[in-house]
């Protein structure tokens, strides 16, 4: 895990990738979320284009560890 880890320690997001169970936050987020609070509009288009990917973490790895096309 550390030499998978290791080749994005120069990312933006890699002091994430160890720390956090972003999966779980993911999946919260969506069980917890209310329609009814304002937001960021950002945060809502990421939301969408979480939602309508048929796989969000492929999605995320994607954009967020540079492997998008």
């Known amino acids: 895990a550390h030499v998978a880890l290791e080749g994005f320690a120069?990312?933006?997001?890699?002091?994430?990738?160890?720390?956090?169970?972003?999966?779980?936050?993911?999946?919260?987020?969506?069980?917890?979320?209310?329609?009814?609070?304002?937001g960021d509009d950002a945060v809502r288009a990421l939301d969408e284009a979480l939602r309508a990917s048929s796989d969000s973490l492929a999605w995320i790895e994607a954009r967020w560890l540079g492997e998008a096309p």
């Open 10 to 38: 120069g990312h933006r997001f890699a002091p994430l990738l160890h720390h956090f169970q972003l999966s779980n936050w993911i999946l919260y987020a969506r069980a917890y979320a209310r329609e009814d609070r304002g």
